[in-house]
């Protein structure tokens, strides 16, 4: 072996290594944190959804986006469904969560960016409550998370935990379909999704599941969400396939790994 | 030498092609008598560590294992120290995984430490040298056979196994019985004057039993259930029941409300839902899962053990996966309240398979 010794050349100041780097890094975080302001500053809005110039505001913005597909009456075409009954909810949740307008025609519509600003969300919301009455968007004293945890988490395993795993961490469907997570969504998406059955999910009205019961399921959902896990790493609490790929392929290949060097010769 | 041994048939030779050679008493159709074709190769030649030709090497090596015990020690001192450091008495959570994650760290430290000293002190220090022991036979020489022959013997004799055949009889029967109460008691288990096949044909389910919520126990109106709405039942009392959890594993029913054109019903099935709403026992027809996951557009419900898919349109036959039967209907109507009653019990068994269902 031969030793060379290292050249000791301090370089400082914007010759550093290191300088590009850093330049990239303060110029993402600037414009990250910028960018987080601008999109924040819109997120909270006051809309009378009775309000005729809410609905005629929300009419034009269906006219231009969403007609294609739903019809200029919102009574549906060959390429989407009718929405007339389907309520301010429904309408609130699909755009709110971005699913709607859809970006392709597929199994099933996913969640993306949002594509209207809140006010807009909630003008297009009461144009459509506006054509047939429907479940409307819930009030505040549901969405607060402060209700019964246990019920909730009874509740959640009955009706909905088939689906979205007991952990809400979602699962598969047929034909491509699939049941989304759960942590991360807003309170006022997980009631409208319950009270509004978005796509192949069923309807869990307030006859079957009440206000104050979906408030329950909610509260359970933040609670799993704000909880951490005892047991170390939850490899997404997906449940034995996660936690068999993990041990069939980590703590295997360490077992392998570790057999093959108690067997070779040592050099 | 080597050569040879890698082809070993330049060893063979050619047998004679003359009739029947009493002398080596081959049979008259061999054409290659096969030599052994593998010769042993011997030990390769042996190769020095680097820690048997350098010093520093060796020195290093050393420095490695006593490290490495030392690392054990470390983790098994920081196990004791973390048990201390993190008490769990509050209940939180946190303090909960802090705690065995640390212990869990230093105990893992002290096992692995010495595992892997005692495996590179092996590998790397101690002598290499290839040695050969010879595997003795198994088969002991004639006199040990014969000195083993004749301590049975002599045994036989003393103990008068051979000679008092009662004695010897009455203890093979007993050991034959001893087992018996265990195998007696333990059919005792089995539920008692009670036939599993009635238990497995039947449900709560009867005439006139109110469809209730899952868990709550309350009755469920036909108008409550709108187009699309999944509601999780059970038979009204199953709470107050004394076996609750053994009625609900087989009494256990989706209920679905479609468009009544949406479903295709068999002539003789026609009054078994109510203005498109139909009931399914939950059990699945393979192995017994609860079936739950509907899809309202497809009207497809899927099991999520083994991927068996229903179709609710078609009286919930399969269409796909390892299910054979569909999922038995449960026939419901309305009472004079309004409120959705079964029919009857299920026409036929729940569940999967068993030896004395019929078809």
Redesign the interface.
Known sequence: MIRSTKKKTKKTGRRHPMATVALVAIGLIVTGAAYAGFSNSSAIAEVDLQAQSTIDEGQKLFASNCATCHGIQADGTDEGPSLIGVGAASTHFQVGTGRMPLAFQGPQGMVKPKQFTEEQTLQLAAYVASLAPGPGIPEAQYLDGDGDVANGG??FR??CA??HNVAGAG?A???G?W?PKLSGVASVHIYEAMAT?P???????N??ISSDEKRDIISYLKYLEN??????FKLGSLGPVAEGLFIWIIGLGAVVALTV??TA??? | MAQDAKNGSSDAVVAAPSAGDVNTGLSAGTAVIPADSFANPGHPPHRARVTDTDPKKEKRAVRTVYTLFYISIVGSIGAIAAYVAFPIESGDDVAIRLSTLFIGVGMALSLFGIGLAAIHWGKALMSDKEGVDERHPVRGDDETRLAAQEIFKQANEESGFGRRALVRNTLIGALIAFPLPGVVLLRGLAPQDQDPVALLKHTMWDKGVRLTRDPSGTPIKASDVTLGSVFHVIPEGLNDMEHKLDEKAKAIVLLMRLKPEDLIEDADRKDWSYNGIVAYSKVCTHVGCPVALYEQQTHHLLCPCHQSQFDVTKHCEVIFGPAKRPLPQLPITVDSEGYLVAQSDFTEPVGPSFWERVS
């Open positions: 009874e509740l009955v009706n088939m689906c699962g469907l047929t034909e379909k049941a059955g796509q192949n999910m069923p309807v869990f009205n006859a079957n909880s951490t896990s005892v047991g170390g060097w108690v010769k040592s050099n």
